[in-house]
């Protein structure tokens, strides 16, 4: 009889330990994404009010290094609930291989289409299957500096590239440096340097032509790449243009290079970078005023037929483990009311048109979400449409090459024999 109350108490512990850890876990939702420091800070305030109202706590890790970690944690098969991904491509590679959640299993689809352009639905899908959601854009064509510097200096800002190379040309003579470049981040590095690249082709060549070039249409040997690769050598590979000279692109932190800007005197007087440089401006200098001490103008044409294209990125979603939380997080951070804060703390730009302008933090935002509605082309960038092991692998270590002065044939023969492995897959 003892044995037997024994082993029944024992049984129910058991139950009791099993039925508290499965509550304690249907508690918890494990979000990976790429945010760390000021934008981590971002992300964890936009998350607040859904843990307020749901009750569900985020157990979010930011790291750099997102394409090798997620990688190897979906391969593992642990992979985070929910995760940021580094492009649609890498969607693409885990839609495949069957690993993420179709969301249109759950999510109200009419309300996307009405709060979404088609542009971000179709990047989030494939075959039939939607997969990725977008909770914000940034305008990658852009040139940062200071207004005060340049008029200091009786500098005014160029429209045309011809323009921006004469004003390089002028500051050389000046005895300042025009450029300040970084390329270093971490297992990403040379990233920010593909997206120069794709800048330059969009204002080369046909959009048309661009498309072929990301799916591999085009070889990396064509003499279009070629000339992108060229213009772009016009400024990196120049000495007297670059802050620190060729070999600093290398080593300085992307988030760190536009610091050079804001020295007394300046270090530097141009910066090309996306919208969300604003945070890590802000954040390394934070008395700075967005339209006075700091601002952009639009990455000029090169080609005249081809205008001034809009080149775009986003902050990706994908679910990876089909749970009642991670519908819940997925359904809140598609809405207005979460965009609105994300944008409004970092200054990006919002891929929900229900998001009230006035939720940008400052009218330089709203600027920069202007010229993404009216530029006459906007591509998204090409290396997170190419496959990973080309656009956030041999493209990236292929810039890293070509400035540091490998022949540029060479650098381009190499990331051609890799994307035509990639293609294949």
């Not at 003579?173 to 082709?201: H, L």
């Not at 339209?291 to 679910?319: H, N, R, V």
């Amino acid at each position: 009889m003892l044995k037997k109350i024994s082993f029944t108490l024992l049984v129910v512990l058991l139950i009791g330990m099993l039925t508290s850890s499965v509550f304690a876990a249907s508690n918890t939702l494990t979000v990976l994404g790429v945010w760390t420091g000021a934008e981590a800070e971002a992300f964890n305030k936009m998350i607040a009010p859904f843990e307020a109202e749901t009750g569900i706590k985020v157990e979010f890790t930011g790291t750099r290094d997102l394409p090798a970690i997620l990688t190897t944690q979906v391969e593992a098969g642990n992979p985070p609930d929910v995760s940021a991904l580094p492009n649609p491509g890498q969607m693409i590679e885990f839609a495949k291989a069957g690993k993420l959640v179709d969301l249109s299993t759950f999510m109200d689809m009419d309300v996307l289409r009405s709060d979404y352009s088609p542009t971000w639905l179709d990047l989030g899908t494939y075959k039939g299957k939607f997969c990725g959601v977008f909770i914000s854009a940034d305008l990658k064509s852009l040139v940062w500096y200071s207004p005060k510097a340049f008029a200091a200096a009786g500098y005014t800002v160029p429209t045309t590239w011809e323009e921006m190379i004469a004003l390089s040309d002028k500051m050389v003579a000046d005895g300042k440096t025009p450029w300040a470049i970084g390329f270093e981040s971490g297992a990403a590095s040379g990233w920010a340097g593909t997206d120069w690249i794709e800048d330059i082709m969009l204002r080369t060549v046909e959009p048309e032509v661009y498309d072929l070039w990301v799916s591999h249409g085009i070889s990396w040997v064509d003499d279009r790449v070629q000339r992108a690769f060229e213009l772009f050598g016009q400024i990196a590979l120049n000495e007297k243009y670059v802050y620190g000279g060729s070999n600093a692109v290398l080593t300085i932190s992307f988030g760190d290079s536009p610091d050079a800007l804001f020295t007394t005197p300046p270090n530097a007087y141009m910066h090309r970078q996306a919208t969300f440089i604003k945070s890590f401006i802000l954040d390394h200098f934070p008395n700075l005023v967005p339209g006075e001490d700091f601002d952009f103008f639009p990455f000029p044409p090169i080609d005249p037929q081809y205008g001034t294209p809009a080149l775009g990125a986003a902050d990706m979603f994908a679910m990876f483990n089909d749970t009642p939380e991670a519908r819940a997080f997925m359904e809140y951070i598609v809405s207005p009311e979460a965009q609105g804060i994300w944008v409004g703390e970092l200054g990006k730009l919002s891929a929900n048109k229900r998001v009230n302008p006035a939720a940008y933090p400052d009218d330089l935002t709203r600027k920069a979400a202007k010229i993404l509605s009216e530029a006459s082309t906007f591509r998204f960038d090409g290396s997170d449409l190419m496959p990973s092991a080309v656009g956030a692998g041999s493209f990236w270590t292929g810039m890293l090459d070509y400035v540091s002065g490998i022949p540029l044939m060479k650098v381009l023969m190499t990331i051609e024999t890799t994307a035509l492995d990639a293609y294949r897959k």
